[in-house]
């Protein structure tokens, strides 16, 4: 993990090295998430969540661009059909990181571009929040020891930029990384899978 920072910054330290043009910016706008890999025959179904942050476009020329971000991510997983003592329970997983993409960019065209390239992602925040309406039940639990802090994945989009300020993207993170934190023995696997729409504007 530490030989993938430092190849990320020594990737942008080189893009700012060799920038024709650089630009910062905002984003933000809504995820859509959900868990994949070894969940026990449960089915889970995708939640809602937010992201919000800053990047920085680094252009090279006219068709290629470097983009850094730094995002806030509101992201986990639902199930509805876990029965508890025979009644049935409500159950969300909210997972909440704060995610550094570094995407590279290719405009087809003066305002179409599609974009791809990893992303490490720091876990901050594991809930489980679980609601059992018929006992009027709706209790939170903290849930981050069982995940692993970092997360890794490839994320692949594209977006429009309306005007020279303001644009809008979509994106699907595909989680790499098995962030389930397990013991010795025991190699079940769990992996994040995000799809967002992004608004942003470009000082």
């Known amino acids: 993990m530490k ?23 905002v984003k933000g706008g809504l995820n859509l998430s959900n868990l994949s890999g070894d969940t026990d025959g449960m089915d889970l179904k995708s939640k809602f969540g937010f992201h919000a942050g800053g990047f920085v476009e680094i252009k090279f020329s006219e068709k290629f661009a470097l983009q850094p971000e730094l995002l806030y991510s509101t992201q986990g997983t639902r199930f509805d059909d876990l029965e508890v003592n025979g009644y049935e329970a409500k159950t969300c997983f909210n997972l909440d990181y704060i995610n550094v993409p570094v995407m590279f960019k290719y405009f087809a065209t003066e305002q179409f571009f599609i974009e791809a390239g990893p992303q490490i992602g720091f876990l901050t925040s594991a809930k489980a929040r679980v609601k059992i309406d018929e006992l009027n039940i709706d209790n939170k639990e903290d849930i981050k020891d069982n995940f692993e802090s970092i997360d890794f994945g490839l994320n692949f989009g594209a977006g429009y930029e309306f005007t020279e300020n303001i644009f809008a993207s979509a994106r699907y993170n595909l989680g790499l990384a ?22 942003g504007y470009k000082f």
């Open 3 to 25: 030989n993938v920072i430092l190849s990320a910054i020594a990737v942008m330290a080189f893009g700012f090295a060799n920038a024709q043009e650089v630009k910062y910016g």
């Open 178 to 199: 098995n962030i389930a934190k397990t013991e010795a023995g025991d190699d079940s696997k769990i992996h994040n899978g995000v799809f967002s729409l992004s608004v």
